[in-house]
């Protein structure tokens, strides 16, 4: 999957639910949202030891994947210059719930909830929705 950026395409990785869904019970219950946070394939590694030197974690996040917006939309009808942003979506694991909390604001973190509680959850496309509603119910 790709998104555009200022210096032009960017592979990313693409959302994937399969190992939450093979994983649902051993304890990644928070699903969380990084908007306008690209990630590489090549990165998770990456991405892995740099939540844990951020956050303090003890558990790996689990990584959904990037998701790419669509227009928001004003009387079904789209918003110029909107949509587009490539949002970033991992799983918290609950005994790391405490730690991440407070400090994941500072980078503009949201938990899914949050997202769907502020019906901002509509920015994302229908496939992705539908595929986040089996194995994430809100």
Same mark, same amino acid.
């Given at each position: 999957?790709?998104? =555009?950026?200022?210096?032009?395409? =960017?592979?990313?990785?693409?959302?994937?639910?399969?190992?939450? /869904?093979?994983?649902?019970?051993?304890? +990644?219950?928070?699903?969380?949202? *990084?908007?306008? %946070?690209?990630?590489?394939?090549?990165?998770?590694? /990456?991405?892995?030891? *740099?939540? %844990?030197?951020?956050?303090?974690? /003890?558990?790996?996040?689990?990584?959904?994947?990037?998701?790419?917006?669509?227009?928001?939309?004003?009387?079904?009808?789209?918003?110029?210059? %909107?949509?587009?942003?490539?949002?970033?979506?991992?799983?918290?694991?609950?005994?790391?719930?405490?730690?991440?909390?407070?400090?994941?604001?500072?980078?503009?973190?949201?938990?899914?909830?949050?997202?769907?509680?502020?019906?901002?959850? /509509?920015? +994302?496309?229908?496939?992705?929705?539908?595929?986040?509603?089996?194995? +994430?119910? *809100?």
């Amino acid at each position: 999957m790709k998104a =555009m950026t200022q210096n032009g395409e =960017m592979e990313v990785i693409p959302y994937d639910f399969s190992e939450w /869904k093979e994983n649902d019970d051993d304890g +990644y219950t928070q699903m969380c949202v *990084w908007p306008s %946070t690209i990630v590489e394939p090549c990165d998770e590694e /990456k991405v892995q030891e *740099w939540f %844990t030197e951020a956050f303090g974690l /003890k558990n790996p996040v689990h990584i959904v994947g990037c998701v790419i917006t669509q227009p928001d939309k004003v009387n079904g009808e789209p918003v110029p210059d %909107t949509g587009g942003r490539c949002d970033f979506l991992f799983f918290v694991h609950n005994d790391d719930i405490g730690r991440f909390a407070v400090p994941r604001l500072q980078y503009g973190i949201s938990w899914w909830e949050d997202v769907v509680g502020n019906k901002r959850h /509509k920015i +994302y496309p229908s496939s992705f929705l539908s595929e986040a509603k089996e194995v +994430y119910s *809100w």
